[in-house]
Structures are given as C-alpha cells and as structure tokens.
C-alpha cells in the first residue's frame, strides 16, 4: 500500500487540516471504479488512528435492545454483501458557483466524486438483529471517532434508507481494507445520498424519533435559496440535502487545452442519487447545436455513475464544450450557474462548460 504522503502527491489538495483532496479529472474517468488512492477525500475534523482490534460499534436498536459488534462479529455474523456505488460531496463542482459570487467551503472542481466497489454488510441487517422493525417515522443517528469543533462528527438517514438493501456498513474498498482517510475499519455508505450521510470511523448508531441534532446534521448541508445570506440562514428552513440531483461533467479534454483541429474524443461522466441516466448530450459550441453521446454503465449497479464518451469534429479556433443529461423522469440540467447559485454552493448541477482551443 502507498504511504499517506504519496496518496497525497497524486491529489489536488484543497486543505490539510482538515484534510479535503480531488482528483485530476482525466484520470477520475480511467476506471469505472475508482482506485482507493485517486478517490476524493472528504473530511471535517481529525483523521482518526484506529486498530482494528479494538474498534468497536455500539448500536442502539429497537425496545431498548443495545449491543456492541466487533469488527470481527461484522465480518462472522452476517451476510457479506459487495455493492458498487457512486459517492459524491453536495459541494461538487463548487467553484462553477464562485465565478458568479463569493461562497463558502472549498473550491471543489468535478472531482469531489467517485465510485467503488464496497464491501461489507446490510445496515438493515444488523438494525433487525438488534429488534429494529420497519417505521417510517425513525431515524438512524450515526456518531464517529472524528471530532468537529469539540464534538464526534454525527450525522442521520431515514430508517426507510437504513433498511434498503444497498445501504451498507463497509470495511472494504474495491476488495482492499478501507484507506484511513475512507473510514477504516468501518464506515456507512448510503447510495444515492450526499456522502455527508457516509460518515466515517463508525463508533455508534442509534435508532430514534428525530433527525441527529449534530450540527452536520441539524445546521449544515441545507440547500437555501439565493437570496438566503449566511447571515439570514435560518437551518430549520433550509432543504436537508440527502438524495443527489442530476449532474454530469466533462472529464477530457482538460479545462484551456489546445487540441489538434478535427475529430476530438470527449469523456466525462453523469450521474443521478436515485434514477437512470437515459441521455448524455454534449456540444462543442457553448450549446447552440449537440450531439448525443454513448452511454456505458453496469445494469446491475443502479446508484453508479454512466460514463458517456463522443468525437466533436472541432475546427481551428475557440470552443467552449458543454455537456447537459437527462434522467429516467425526462429531467435535464439548467444552463447557467447562477441558476443554482446559492451561499453554501452545494449541489451546482448546471451544464459543466470549459474552453479549449483547437489548432490546425
């Protein structure tokens, strides 16, 4: 395995401390499952140093029923399930929202997304072992070994989610331990939802009335609308962001590349929390004319991305490339940044735009 620091190497790191990465998006697009070292990382507060041997999940279930699972007991007492899904930060794509007005968080570009093969068992599965029954009306409050601002990062999901059968407590990564900067030993992944709802270093869930009142959870994420400031942000009226919306963006070629004039290959990827990609269209002229691309994607993985690819015939000169999706309901993409531009710059899902020039 490669050291921390050469992980690291391979990133753009947008902060240390705590410590927030992407990567270049030509290689994002080289696999459909993303390798461990070229996956974004997304942290909060402090990376914890974990053993095995000792890490412990306490897990509050239904009636009062409480326990604590080793990792041992995870990996001995119930099924073994692998599912690839895609994970991706409600930030992505950030910096499109900066070049219309000042935002706050980091400046991801399309890389703060990923998809992996993960392996390790059904949350539902370990909920009924512990007398959790079906309720619409619970929560599962996640707590980690991470701490922000004094406090162990917590976040929640409906139950509804925690019971689906692709929700899962994962102890590996494309066959391979999880990476400390992905969690190790254990963390949730939640497909189609925000990866915020993925937490890391698991050390509790519980199963409750109400949302986790952890500030991730009661005060962050919240999608508001543009005229909301972050001085008038009220949390308990913005959209709790769970579910990820339609986006696609173009991964090669790289953003101010001069290319050969003619046929040029276009690749990227789309993605949507909980429907199919049915259509991918890209344009080389800022959007005034398109051509439909070809989709790849693995029919047995329904919360992972559709890679899509297409030849532009691109004449000397300036050209701004587009790319817009569509989605199982008929759902495209707005055209422009400031039509989803808020303060927070969460969940920019316009057409992804770059300029390349193309010479003879």
């Given at each position: 395995?490669?050291?921390?620091?050469?992980?690291?190497?391979?990133?753009?790191?947008?902060?240390?401390?705590?410590?927030?990465?992407?990567?270049?998006?030509?290689r994002l697009r080289a696999a459909y499952r993303t390798p461990a070292e070229d996956f974004y990382v997304r942290s909060h507060g402090d990376l914890p140093d974990l053993e095995p041997e000792t890490w412990r999940l306490t897990v509050e279930g239904g009636d009062g029923v409480t326990g604590e699972l080793?990792?041992?007991?995870?990996?001995?007492?119930?099924?073994?399930?692998?599912?690839?899904?895609?994970?991706?930060?409600?930030?992505?794509?950030?910096?499109?929202?900066?070049?219309?007005?000042?935002?706050?968080?980091?400046?991801?570009?399309?890389?703060?997304?990923?998809?992996?093969?993960?392996?390790?068992?059904?949350?539902?599965?370990?909920?009924?072992?512990?007398?959790?029954?079906?309720?619409?009306?619970?929560?599962?409050?996640?707590?980690?070994?991470?701490?922000?601002?004094?406090?162990?990062?917590?976040?929640?999901?409906?139950?509804?989610?925690?019971?689906?059968?692709?929700?899962?407590?994962?102890?590996?990564?494309?066959?391979?331990?999880?990476?400390?900067?992905?969690?190790?030993?254990?963390?949730?992944?939640?497909?189609?939802?925000?990866?915020?709802?993925?937490?890391?270093?698991?050390?509790?869930?519980?199963?409750?009335?109400?949302?986790?009142?952890?500030?991730?959870?009661?005060?962050?994420?919240?999608?508001?609308?543009?005229?909301?400031?972050?001085?008038?942000?009220?949390?308990?009226?913005?959209?709790?962001?769970?579910?990820?919306?339609?986006?696609?963006?173009?991964?090669?070629?790289?953003?101010?590349?001069?290319?050969?004039?003619?046929?040029?290959?276009?690749?990227?990827?789309?993605?949507?929390?909980?429907?199919?990609?049915?259509?991918?269209?890209?344009?080389?002229?800022?959007?005034?004319?398109?051509?439909?691309?070809?989709?790849?994607?693995?029919?047995?993985?329904?919360?992972?991305?559709?890679?899509?690819?297409?030849?532009?015939?691109?004449?000397?000169?300036?050209?701004?490339?587009?790319?817009?999706?569509?989605?199982?309901?008929?759902?495209?993409?707005?055209?422009?940044?400031?039509?989803?531009?808020?303060?927070?710059?969460?969940?920019?899902?316009?057409?992804?735009?770059?300029?390349?020039?193309?010479?003879?």
């Amino acid at each position: 395995m490669s050291s921390p620091s050469e992980r690291k190497a391979r990133l753009i790191v947008h902060g240390d401390q705590p410590y927030n990465a992407e990567p270049p998006l030509g290689r994002l697009r080289a696999a459909y499952r993303t390798p461990a070292e070229d996956f974004y990382v997304r942290s909060h507060g402090d990376l914890p140093d974990l053993e095995p041997e000792t890490w412990r999940l306490t897990v509050e279930g239904g009636d009062g029923v409480t326990g604590e699972l080793s990792l041992h007991d995870l990996q001995t007492r119930f099924p073994e399930v692998t599912v690839t899904a895609t994970m991706q930060c409600a930030g992505n794509r950030r910096a499109d929202l900066r070049a219309v007005a000042p935002v706050s968080g980091d400046p991801w570009d399309a890389g703060a997304i990923g998809t992996a093969a993960w392996t390790g068992v059904r949350l539902g599965d370990v909920l009924r072992a512990f007398g959790v029954t079906d309720d619409a009306g619970l929560h599962v409050a996640f707590e980690c070994h991470d701490r922000v601002e004094g406090r162990p990062y917590g976040a929640s999901i409906p139950l509804a989610k925690a019971m689906a059968p692709e929700t899962l407590l994962a102890h590996a990564m494309n066959g391979a331990p999880l990476l400390p900067e992905h969690g190790f030993p254990v963390r949730a992944v939640v497909p189609g939802f925000a990866g915020v709802r993925s937490p890391k270093w698991l050390r509790r869930l519980a199963v409750q009335r109400h949302p986790s009142d952890n500030p991730i959870q009661a005060d962050d994420y919240k999608l508001y609308p543009p005229d909301v400031t972050a001085e008038s942000a009220d949390p308990t009226r913005g959209h709790t962001i769970d579910t990820m919306p339609l986006n696609a963006a173009i991964c090669e070629p790289d953003r101010g590349a001069t290319l050969k004039a003619g046929p040029n290959r276009v690749r990227g990827y789309a993605v949507s929390g909980d429907r199919a990609i049915v259509r991918v269209d890209v344009s080389g002229n800022g959007g005034r004319s398109w051509r439909q691309a070809d989709l790849e994607h693995e029919t047995d993985a329904p919360f992972a991305w559709t890679f899509w690819s297409v030849d532009l015939d691109l004449p000397p000169g300036e050209h701004e490339l587009a790319v817009r999706a569509w989605d199982a309901a008929g759902q495209t993409q707005p055209a422009l940044p400031d039509d989803v531009w808020n303060h927070k710059g969460y969940l920019c899902t316009c057409w992804h735009r770059l300029r390349v020039r193309a010479e003879a």
